[in-house]
């Protein structure tokens, strides 16, 4: 697509494709190739794709670099401030060097020159849109997100004009739940009810399932319908459904209205009222209180970790008493869990919330939010230890678990560690330092990502009791190590 000009002074007219590693970037207009400069510290370049038309990029980012000051500006954005004019051309700060005394000198503006290629140049800024594949030519690992734009109108409303299919409908409702976030709060409803002493009825199981998923989805919804002036200020969510306008606010409201309504009916019928109470809180903590008090102080992460922890009381409520110490040790685990989860992955993308007007630790006090978040990992382990004591997990958990604990701790000391020296009597980290800390962040975070999955399904196999069937040769010594159920009364 693109060709490299000859050198010299009509080659700075046209500059050629430039592919470099690049770290991360702003969607951002710098102009600050429009007076003559020297080519020695400015390599510019143009981005001829399309794809850039949406003006909301999705990027992959690899290994961190030091330089991050490469911004480029979407293709839309030239026609408003006339950046294909020939002396004005997309740039960026870099120190390549000098090639030749010749390259020193400064770029001579021949008009004619000018006139004869400034067709060419409006066509490479601008060029025609056609379809993409995932294979882009700007110099960013892009995801493969094609056609970002805004929606002229709703899904539902395109559904009714018979635009779309009832498919198409049903997609935007989908990410609207957060459906990674919901699975994740339903196992942990459900590990809760299977470490629960009482035996387990497979329907009670299915709608307790169900219900949860529900309820979550509606609260995620309520979250997005409030917040897209705020979610379009950031690339982690400028994609979001009501961002786009595939649903309007209204209509995001009503449809958590409805799964709300139908989550907690299920659950107050098909479980007991206790379950279906909780999940409505839940419902009304996350998408009412812990949303409002984002933009206000860093207390939400405290009120988030809250919300977080409810759903391994709705799971063991499900079947068995809340007065029972497991229940808590359960719960304690998935409030625990949150700090080093959403500490990490705050830090990576402060400035983005900043810049959304979020509140958050990791830009108020960072030092503090590496601290908690080491705090709660260390936490994790006598939690851990409760589940064998309370009588819901074998010895050999304590085991299993600290080892998946251990990994997820030592990633939090590397990062308050860095973070510590970072900010050491009240200073400024160097360019090292913020990388070395954005490593260790990431590291935690994924490392949180598979702690608590990890932490569940070991303490599920460690169930007590669960290995005596095939383990024992004695039935009488069986009958007395299985759990007594609880007798409980539906109301």
């Given at each position: 697509?693109?060709?490299?000009?000859?050198?010299?002074?009509?080659?700075q007219m046209l500059p050629f494709f430039f592919t470099t590693n690049v770290r991360a970037s702003r969607r951002t207009a710098i102009l600050n190739t429009k007076s003559v400069v020297s080519p020695h510290n400015v390599q510019r370049f143009y981005y001829a794709n399309g794809f850039l038309d949406s003006g909301s990029v999705d990027f992959r980012r690899g290994t961190a670099s030091i330089n991050r000051s490469i911004q480029f500006t979407p293709n839309h954005e030239l026609?408003?401030?006339?950046?294909?004019?020939?002396?004005?051309?997309?740039?960026?700060?870099?120190?390549?060097?000098?090639?030749?005394?010749?390259?020193?000198?400064?770029?001579?503006?021949?008009?004619?020159?000018?006139?004869?290629?400034?067709?060419?140049?409006?066509?490479?800024?601008?060029?025609?849109?056609?379809?993409?594949?995932?294979?882009?030519?700007?110099?960013?690992?892009?995801?493969?997100?094609?056609?970002?734009?805004?929606?002229?109108?709703?899904?539902?409303?395109?559904?009714?004009?018979?635009?779309?299919?009832?498919?198409?409908?049903?997609?935007?409702?989908?990410?609207?739940?957060?459906?990674?976030?919901?699975?994740?709060?339903?196992?942990?409803?459900?590990?809760?009810?299977?470490?629960?002493?009482?035996?387990?009825?497979?329907?009670?199981?299915?709608?307790?399932?169900?219900?949860?998923?529900?309820?979550?989805?509606?609260?995620?919804?309520?979250?997005?319908?409030?917040?897209?002036?705020?979610?379009?200020?950031?690339?982690?969510?400028?994609?979001?459904?009501?961002?786009?306008?595939?649903?309007?606010?209204?209509?995001?409201?009503?449809?958590?209205?409805?799964?709300?309504?139908?989550?907690?009916?299920?659950?107050?019928?098909?479980?007991?009222?206790?379950?279906?109470?909780?999940?409505?809180?839940?419902?009304?903590?996350?998408?009412?209180?812990?949303?409002?008090?984002?933009?206000?102080?860093?207390?939400?992460?405290?009120?988030?970790?809250?919300?977080?922890?409810?759903?391994?009381?709705?799971?063991?409520?499900?079947?068995?008493?809340?007065?029972?110490?497991?229940?808590?040790?359960?719960?304690?685990?998935?409030?625990?869990?949150?700090?080093?989860?959403?500490?990490s992955l705050s830090h990576n993308i402060k400035d983005e919330y900043k810049k959304a007007g979020y509140v958050m630790t990791a830009f108020e006090n960072p030092k503090l939010n590496a601290r908690v978040a080491l705090r709660y990992s260390l936490l994790l382990f006598p939690l851990?230890?409760?589940?064998?004591?309370?009588?819901?997990?074998?010895?050999?958990?304590?085991?299993?678990?600290?080892?998946?604990?251990?990994?997820?701790?030592?990633?939090?000391?590397?990062?308050?560690?860095?973070?510590?020296?970072?900010?050491?009597?009240?200073?400024?980290?160097?360019?090292?330092?913020?990388?070395?800390?954005?490593?260790?962040?990431?590291?935690?975070?994924?490392?949180?990502?598979?702690?608590?999955?990890?932490?569940?399904?070991?303490?599920?196999?460690?169930?007590?009791?669960?290995?005596?069937?095939?383990?024992?040769?004695?039935?009488?010594?069986?009958?007395?190590?299985?759990?007594?159920?609880?007798?409980?009364?539906?109301?």
């Amino acid at each position: 697509m693109f060709k490299q000009s000859p050198r010299g002074a009509a080659a700075q007219m046209l500059p050629f494709f430039f592919t470099t590693n690049v770290r991360a970037s702003r969607r951002t207009a710098i102009l600050n190739t429009k007076s003559v400069v020297s080519p020695h510290n400015v390599q510019r370049f143009y981005y001829a794709n399309g794809f850039l038309d949406s003006g909301s990029v999705d990027f992959r980012r690899g290994t961190a670099s030091i330089n991050r000051s490469i911004q480029f500006t979407p293709n839309h954005e030239l026609g408003k401030i006339g950046l294909c004019q020939h002396d004005f051309v997309r740039g960026v700060s870099s120190k390549v060097g000098l090639t030749s005394p010749s390259d020193t000198q400064p770029v001579e503006k021949n008009k004619d020159f000018s006139d004869a290629i400034i067709g060419k140049v409006q066509n490479i800024c601008h060029p025609k849109n056609e379809d993409l594949s995932s294979t882009s030519h700007i110099p960013f690992a892009v995801k493969d997100k094609i056609k970002q734009q805004a929606a002229t109108t709703s899904a539902l409303t395109s559904f009714k004009n018979g635009e779309i299919t009832f498919k198409k409908l049903t997609e935007p409702y989908l990410v609207l739940t957060k459906p990674n976030l919901t699975f994740l709060i339903m196992l942990s409803c459900i590990s809760s009810y299977a470490l629960s002493p009482n035996s387990v009825s497979v329907h009670e199981f299915m709608t307790l399932a169900a219900g949860v998923m529900l309820a979550s989805g509606a609260a995620n919804a309520i979250n997005m319908g409030r917040e897209p002036s705020f979610d379009k200020l950031m690339v982690r969510t400028a994609a979001r459904p009501v961002v786009r306008g595939q649903v309007t606010s209204r209509e995001a409201f009503t449809f958590a209205g409805i799964t709300g309504s139908l989550g907690c009916t299920m659950l107050y019928f098909g479980v007991n009222p206790v379950v279906s109470g909780l999940a409505f809180a839940n419902i009304v903590l996350y998408s009412w209180f812990y949303t409002s008090l984002k933009r206000k102080s860093i207390l939400n992460t405290w009120l988030g970790a809250l919300v977080g922890a409810i759903p391994p009381l709705m799971g063991w409520a499900a079947s068995s008493s809340l007065m029972d110490p497991g229940a808590w040790c359960l719960a304690g685990i998935l409030y625990a869990w949150q700090f080093p989860h959403f500490n990490s992955l705050s830090h990576n993308i402060k400035d983005e919330y900043k810049k959304a007007g979020y509140v958050m630790t990791a830009f108020e006090n960072p030092k503090l939010n590496a601290r908690v978040a080491l705090r709660y990992s260390l936490l994790l382990f006598p939690l851990c230890y409760g589940l064998y004591l309370s009588g819901v997990t074998d010895g050999w958990f304590v085991l299993d678990s600290s080892l998946v604990n251990g990994w997820l701790t030592y990633m939090s000391f590397k990062f308050w560690n860095q973070q510590r020296i970072n900010f050491k009597n009240g200073g400024q980290p160097t360019p090292e330092g913020a990388i070395l800390a954005n490593v260790y962040a990431k590291k935690m975070f994924w490392g949180s990502v598979w702690q608590l999955p990890g932490v569940l399904v070991l303490a599920m196999l460690h169930k007590r009791g669960m290995w005596d069937r095939f383990l024992s040769s004695d039935p009488e010594k069986e009958k007395l190590s299985s759990p007594k159920p609880n007798i409980r009364l539906k109301a």
